[in-house]
């Protein structure tokens, strides 16, 4: 009974590359969220993605990143062009629907911008 | 502001003892609550959760907590506390939806033997 997977577990960058994170939602989910966990801090709210579709990106940084979720595979963060305060977890989460549905965390991605 | 607050940032206690970990939160109508728990260098297991009804709902692995409303708070409580207790803890609330949450910043558990 396979959870939300997000791969990779780990993720070294240097200043300037590209980082994308993968995730792929439990089985028979359709909503995918991704959140950020800085050091010593709480989860916050980046994206909430549907299949094909952004329903709410309030939380996302308004350069350098994306996220989609296509209709076939996995749902992509992408982080262009990183900086070392991009260094952090990476979350994502997945639930069957959209209220009332508590939310299932992958294990996360740590992102190590060097 | 919209805010969730976990007063203590860590709490010890001996194996087998009773547990409280607190949480209270800013926001005007009764809100989406959630304890969650993460081990280190893993993802976040869900407790339990209060969407509405009882104010006293139970969880996963003996957890309950209860919704005070006039205290705006949603305490976690255990009776009896296992070594394997030992993670963090964190409570996280939607205020307007229940997947936008906003999460406390987190109680490190340690449990002597």
């Known amino acids: 009974n396979a959870g939300v997977m997000q791969n990779p577990r780990h993720l070294v960058r240097r200043r300037g590359q590209e980082a994308r994170l993968r995730c792929s939602p439990m089985?028979?989910?359709?909503?995918v969220y991704w959140y950020r966990q800085l050091p010593e801090e709480g989860l916050k709210f980046m994206v909430y993605?549907?299949?094909?579709?952004?329903?709410?990106e309030s939380g996302m940084p308004k350069e350098r990143f994306s996220a989609e979720f296509p209709k076939e595979g996995p749902s992509i963060l992408r982080i262009q062009q990183v900086v070392r305060g991009d260094s952090a977890a990476y979350f994502c989460a997945s639930s069957p629907a959209r209220d009332n549905s508590p939310l299932h965390f992958g294990n996360g991605t740590r992102l190590t911008v060097t | 502001a919209q805010s969730v607050t976990q007063p203590d940032i860590h709490i010890t206690v001996s194996e087998g003892a009773s547990l409280e970990l607190r949480c209270n939160y800013s926001y005007g109508a009764t809100p989406y609550l959630f304890w969650y728990v993460q081990s280190p260098g893993q993802g976040l297991q869900l407790l339990l959760k209060y969407f509405s009804g009882d104010t006293l709902v139970q969880g996963i692995k003996g957890f309950e907590a209860e919704f005070k409303r006039s205290q705006s708070s949603f305490n976690l409580r255990k009776p009896s506390v296992h070594w394997s207790d030992a993670a963090e803890y964190f409570c996280?609330?939607?205020?307007?939806?229940?997947?936008?949450?906003?999460f406390g910043s987190g109680t490190r558990l340690l449990v002597r033997p």
């Open positions: 996280a609330v939607g205020m307007d939806s229940s997947y936008k949450l906003i």
């Open positions: 993605l549907q299949k094909e579709n952004i329903i709410d």
């Open positions: 089985k028979g989910h359709s909503h």
